[in-house]
């Protein structure tokens, strides 16, 4: 579950990279809201968005946290809180206006970032239901294993990230093809 949420977040950013298309995109919403006529329909489109990235959260640091020890498990929680601490400073910058972030830029990197993740939690997620016995192992003796990657060497992990190198392919080349016929 975590896998597939990471995947759609990173296809979405990709899709909305653009500064331009951003603000459409915000306007078009906030617009199709106060047009009911009513504060109420914006009001919870911000309560879905917001809860929305509450709950990728959980999914992510309940993958993050599955089957650690404790040592691993405070190593996540103090990554947690650098985060934190990290966006408390990046929100005073921007704040203050001494920095503009490139919102291309940021959303493609946070998009390959959330792919990443996407792709290493499916391998290591097809290898806890293979541990556990909920799904069989096929070996493939010719891949290494590569914990930073979350490759294992079995084919149904492999069968996982491979789907996701294809679907990712399949939709750069898919918002690429739109953005040209836009350009025309």
């Not at 977040?9 to 603000?23: F, I, P």
């Amino acid at each position: 579950l975590a896998t597939a949420v990471l995947f759609y977040v990173s296809y979405w950013l990709t899709s909305k990279a653009e500064a331009d298309r951003w603000q459409q995109y915000i306007r078009k919403k906030v617009q199709s809201s106060l047009s009911t006529g009513s504060l109420a329909a914006l009001w919870c489109a911000a309560f879905l968005a917001v809860y929305r990235e509450g709950a990728e959260t959980v999914l992510f640091y309940r993958a993050l946290l599955a089957g650690t020890d404790p040592g691993e498990a405070s190593a996540v929680l103090g990554g947690l809180g650098a985060g934190v601490l990290a966006l408390i400073l990046v929100f005073f910058l921007l704040r203050s206006g001494s920095v503009r972030i490139p919102i291309r830029a940021f959303f493609a990197v946070t998009s390959a970032l959330l792919y990443y993740l996407a792709f290493v939690f499916a391998g290591k997620g097809i290898r806890e239901l293979q541990e556990s016995g909920l799904i069989g192992i096929t070996p493939a003796s010719w891949m290494p294993s590569w914990d930073i990657l979350g490759l294992y060497p079995t084919w149904e992990s492999l069968g996982l990230q491979i789907f996701l190198v294809v679907a990712a392919t399949f939709a750069l080349a898919y918002l690429f093809l739109i953005r040209g016929r836009q350009e025309r």
